[in-house]
């Protein structure tokens, strides 16, 4: 007698649903795995300029998922034309695991003090799946994109509410129950309609950490250029930096070497991950792998050895335009003595005056040693929404807890 099948395996069976909007002329289909999709429409809706929304990227993040993490994606129609695509991350959260108890020092408050609460009632207590529009493993905007010769920015909002709507309804047939959404994340510039999902469809806005974005300046080019920029105070900082980590071996990993330390990369990995907060993502430990092999020029890791052992590497992505800082570890018992992740942020920064784009992307954490190397605080809203009516009102004094409250000061190295 066969078992019965558990919820990854009804949706990687499923077949490709489609489904009417009610703004004129679009429709979406709606698919549980890459396997489904078919590929030149999925290449002919979405962006040329966002590696992160196309298939061969995405076939990584589902073959190498995250732990609890499955997925969804909707591709839209205008008319029979392909014309946008969506990103959905289904994510188990269990509030007592991606929640770290750290103390901080800010004044006791109202605020803070229903976030205590919240805090440690969902600690014992939550444990749910999220429906996320966009991409955990990332900071941007990554979630969703339409033609906009196609689709009227107007009709944005009701698009993706209906398809929030639809996905949710598809994903329970399946037995696989959400209790909320999250649309992660939009920039300032675009918040005069994400803040629509606030006011029309009863989510909740929120921020959470910066996003940390250098601009690389045109006369950038070679490292030298960005240190002539720097005040003597930084250039002085700099100097000292690479001095301490003169020790260091660094060398960049080509497949094998990546599948050689694959242990040890993650156990780095995970040093960082145990320290952070809020950690909704527990990363695959092949996933680095598979995006070495898949895309060997684009992604890069390099590591730092010291005395032939690694003890730090940092990974980035060339995304167009971009370069995307993306995961790293490193030993944090000898940071202070070789000061190995400002080596790290430097060695991003040569990296991407050396491909000549137009901005690295830093993510978040750690905004104030970032602002030192130059780069600019941007705010990114989020849009969370619970399933239940009643509940979704008593959301947002809650969701304070998810901005961590450490203070920072931004600086400034350039002249």
């Known amino acids: 007698m066969k078992s019965k099948p558990t919820n990854i395996d009804i949706l990687e069976i499923s077949n490709p649903i489609g489904k ?14 890459v396997k489904e999709i078919s590929r030149r429409d999925w290449a002919q809706a ?3 300029n966002n590696l992160f929304l196309q298939l061969d990227y995405l076939s990584i993040v589902e073959k190498h998922p995250p732990k609890g993490m499955q997925f969804c994606y909707a591709l839209y129609y205008k008319n029979e034309v392909p014309a946008g695509v969506s990103l959905f991350q289904i994510q188990f959260f269990k509030a007592e695991q991606n929640i770290q108890n750290k103390d901080d020092n800010k004044p006791p408050c109202l605020f803070s003090s229903i976030a205590r609460y919240f805090k440690g009632l969902l600690a014992s207590k939550a444990e749910f799946n999220v429906l996320i529009n966009g991409n955990l493993l990332l900071t941007g905007e990554h979630g969703t994109y339409f033609d906009k010769n196609l689709v009227d920015e107007s009709g944005f909002v009701q698009i993706l509410d209906e398809t929030l709507k639809y996905t949710h309804s598809e994903l329970d047939k399946r037995k696989n129950k959400l209790s909320g959404t999250l649309i992660k994340e939009f920039y300032e510039h675009n918040r005069t309609y994400s803040s629509d999902f606030a006011k ?11 996003n940390m974005v250098l601009k690389i300046r045109p ?7 960005y240190t002539a920029a720097m005040t003597s105070k930084y250039r002085v900082r700099t100097k000292r ?3 301490k980590g003169k020790d260091f071996e660094k060398i960049e990993f080509d497949a094998a070497m990546v599948e050689a330390n694959l242990d040890r990369l993650y156990e780095l990995y995970e040093g960082i991950a145990a320290n952070s907060g809020f950690n909704m993502v527990n990363l695959n430990k092949h996933y680095l792998l598979a995006l070495k092999e898949k895309f060997p020029d684009r992604f890069k890791l390099t590591g730092y050895f010291l005395d032939g052992k690694l003890v730090g590497y940092f990974t980035t992505i060339l995304n167009n335009h971009e370069l995307e800082a993306h995961f790293l570890g490193f030993e944090q018992s000898l940071n202070r003595e070789y000061q190995i992740y400002l080596n790290i942020l430097y060695d991003i920064v040569r990296e991407g005056i050396d491909q000549q784009v137009e901005e690295v992307v830093f993510a978040r954490t750690a905004m104030e040693i970032k602002s030192s190397i130059g780069a600019v605080a941007e705010e990114m809203y989020c849009y969370l929404r619970h399933r239940n009516s009643i509940t979704n009102k008593f959301v947002k004094p809650g969701l304070e807890y998810l901005r961590p409250s450490q203070d920072w000061e931004p600086r400034n190295p350039f002249k």
Do not use: C, M, R
């Open 20 to 33: 009417v909007l009610s703004v004129k002329g679009i429709s979406v289909v709606l698919y549980h795995s």
């Open 200 to 210: 029309k469809i009863s989510f909740n806005e929120f921020t959470v950490q910066p």
């Open 46 to 48: 979405a962006p040329d």
């Open 241 to 243: 930096a690479f001095k």
């Open 219 to 225: 006369e950038w080019k070679v490292f030298e250029d």
